[in-house]
């Protein structure tokens, strides 16, 4: 049975109405999740100077947000084990669905909409038994949940779009339940993997780290199909290994990027725009190291307070921090703009 | 300005921050020594007469658990000591898998089937009393925690306290700030522990109690954990807070505050193992100790963390 919104969102997605856009949103370029002094959440979205362009409330701690690819709407999901997404208006703050995470899934904090924008995925964890789940759901009938496929691991945390219209899914590897909180239940036999999947669940290509410990856990993909992976190492900082991948379906994963140095930790990952960059954040040595996307090699690397959050420029990146600054990086780094609301842990590029 | 030459020329050792050498020499050394010693007594206990033995070695367990960095962390060994909470029921699938077999290689089994909530379903949990090879898998089950428990304290004295004394000087510790964050944030790390998991997990909702997750309810240590937790982190903040008068009285009035709550709730029916979660008044004591541990944490929060100059960033204690 069709609804009379599901109707209308569907003729609206097939363009057969003059369609609303994101110029109608304020023209944003990136969506940030935020908490506010008062200790509120929003969603934001930020112009490619990073004024804002727009905020709207959320009902918990945000994590990361996706965004539809032609019509104003953004995605914002809950920080795990969160059960809520919301899709939001960005025209006009009005909420466009919610997103419940089935019984027996929460959410991880991550979704992506296919290249038309009429199905949106989204990582779950199937906690009764500890498997990863991608949820799927219908833009074109007001979101309504439609399926689900296995992400082929446990713990899917970050996944994208291929531009071959397959999906690629960061499996972390780590076992936990709700129950639990965030209590890591399987460190002794956790099991990592980068997994290519069609829309149909069929595995494509499947990949794990060199070392268990290092949980694969954020994606960028390129438009050629390259993908950037940031790792988190389970265990002492002084053992990590390289945390930055990068990785072509069908060939082995290059990794770089001291582990060490990163504090066992990357936040965030991002190409530039011209695709010969790749940048990655660690919150906790307050860094942001840009690599080259050919070799790894290390081009800047700069200090910062909680910086996190990282989206591509063209000639670099844009960067949030969780003290409030935006900044830019080209030659150097320079400062954009200070808020009061602390930017959460990724910065959203919007595609266009 | 000839002191600030010589100073200069000074070995960085001598500046290790004395709050750092103060809490592992009176704090950290000290509880994984008697770890290891009462695991080592448990150990050494052949036959079935273990119980006593295993609450003064779990009761040790619990004083060092909040210092799950560094040397537990390695190869899983904490996890290996004390695999809970355990929401799908690991422990007791592991055990009878052990149980099973002739002569099991722990080195190799399920982490779930070792340590110290292992060896509690063995001694308590009558689906396990029939069984005959019980007694030999808890001499194993001992044995290999005592190596365990052996093996954290060689790594700390071999390797570690030097890493957290040069802190600034090596990869672990990067600057001298972040060894007295470690130990602050492994304050913190105990007391959200006994807070969300020990109480918060048998109060569940006021709806539905679960006095069946409270921490080994079978041997009747529940409350007894939270209090031995609470008075190991009473230690540690009293050491951290050293050099800030006003913030070591604010912390151990509330300390205190908490532990008077948890002795008074000891004299309730239902209190070792939590099942008075059940009753509305035995839930609102229980409650009531969960505040003012919460208050703990907040103070530390508000008035520790910034005298240590060690505040806690958004994005970096995110974990995502």
């Known amino acids: 049975m069709t609804s009379r919104r599901a109707f209308l969102t569907g003729l609206l997605a097939s363009g057969l109405v003059p369609s609303p856009s994101w110029a109608d949103a304020g023209d944003p370029s990136y969506l940030s999740a935020a908490k506010t002094p008062e200790g509120a959440y929003v969603l934001v979205g930020l112009d490619d100077v990073g004024a804002e362009c727009f905020r709207i409330p959320l009902p918990d701690r945000g994590h990361a947000a996706t965004a539809h690819p032609h019509l104003p709407h953004a995605v914002a999901f809950a920080r795990r084990p969160g059960r809520f997404a919301v899709v939001v208006d960005c025209r006009n703050g009005a909420t466009l669905a919610q997103l419940n995470s089935p019984d027996g899934r929460h959410f991880y904090g991550h979704g992506t909409f296919d290249a038309v924008g009429e199905l949106l995925f989204t990582t779950e964890n199937d906690y009764k038994n500890g498997v990863g789940r991608i949820g799927i759901w219908d833009a074109r009938q007001g979101y309504l949940r439609v399926g689900e496929i296995a992400s082929n691991g446990i713990g899917p945390h970050d996944l994208r779009s291929m531009p071959d219209g397959t999906l690629v899914v960061a499996n972390g ?34 990949i794990g780290p060199i070392q268990s410990h290092a949980s ?32 072509q379906r069908g060939e082995t994963l290059l990794t770089f990027g001291n582990g060490t140095d990163l504090n066992g930790y990357v936040g965030s990952i991002a190409f530039s725009t011209s695709g010969e960059l790749v940048a990655a954040t660690s919150p906790r040595n307050g860094q942001l190291t840009v690599f080259s996307a050919k070799d790894g090699a290390v081009l800047q690397s700069f200090a910062e307070p909680d910086i996190c959050g990282v989206a591509g420029l063209a000639d670099g990146f844009l960067a949030t921090t969780g003290k409030g600054k935006v900044l830019g990086t080209g030659m150097s780094p320079y400062s954009l703009t200070k808020s009061i609301v602390a930017w959460d842990n990724h910065l959203v590029s919007l595609v266009r | 300005m000839r002191l600030a030459f010589v100073i200069a020329l000074l070995p960085r050792l001598a500046f290790a921050d004395p709050r750092v050498d103060a809490a592992l020499e009176t704090h950290v050394l000290p509880a994984f020594e008697r770890l290891s010693q009462t695991s080592q007594a448990l150990a050494e206990i052949k036959g079935c007469e273990v119980t006593d033995a295993w609450h003064v070695a779990t009761e040790a367990w619990v004083a060092a658990s909040h210092l799950r960095f560094g040397p537990t962390e390695t190869d899983n060994r904490a996890f290996a000591l004390a695999f809970w909470p355990d929401p799908r029921g690991g422990t007791p699938k592991a055990l009878h898998a052990l149980l099973a077999k002739e002569a099991p290689d722990l080195s190799t089994a399920s982490i779930a089937g070792r340590g110290f909530y292992a060896l509690e379903f063995l001694l308590f949990d009558p689906n396990f009393a029939e069984n005959p090879a019980r007694c030999d898998l808890m001499n194993a089950l001992a044995q290999d925690a005592s190596v365990t428990s052996n093996t954290i304290l060689a790594d700390w004295q071999d390797r570690y306290v030097a890493l957290m004394q040069n802190a600034g000087q090596n990869s672990v510790y990067q600057s001298e700030n972040e060894a007295v964050q470690e130990l602050y944030k492994a304050l913190l790390t105990g007391l959200q522990f006994s807070s ?9 909702s006021f709806d539905r109690p ?40 604010m912390l151990d009035v ?11 709730l000891s004299n309730q029916p239902g209190a070792s193992d939590f099942a008075l979660v059940s009753t509305p008044s035995g839930r609102l004591k229980v409650e009531i100790l969960q ?23 958004f994005n970096a204690l995110d974990g995502d």
Do not use: C
């Open chain 2, 254 to 264: 509330a300390f205190v505050r908490a532990l008077e709550q948890a002795a008074e």
């Open chain 2, 210 to 249: 679960r006095p069946k997750r409270a921490e080994m309810r079978r041997s009747g240590r529940s409350l007894d954990n939270v209090v031995a937790s609470l008075t190991s982190l009473r230690d540690l903040a009293a050491i951290l807070s050293e050099g800030t008068p006003n913030v070591q009285k």
């Open chain 1, 216 to 247: 694969i856990r954020h994606l960028a993909v390129r438009e050629d199909g390259l993908v950037a992976v940031g790792m988190q190492w389970q265990g002492d900082n002084s053992n990590s290994p390289a945390l930055v991948g990068l990785h």
């Open chain 2, 291 to 313: 505040q003012d541990i919460d208050y703990i944490r907040e103070v530390a929060v508000n008035h520790l963390g910034p005298a240590l100059g060690v505040g806690a960033g």
């Open chain 1, 173 to 206: 590897g780590i076992d936990t339940h709700p129950e639990t909180g965030r209590q890591k239940l399987n460190l002794d036999t956790m099991r990592p993997n980068l997994s290519y999947l069609n829309s149909d669940g069929v595995v494509l290509d499947q």
């Open chain 2, 196 to 204: 969300d998991t020990r109480l918060g997990r048998p109060l569940g």
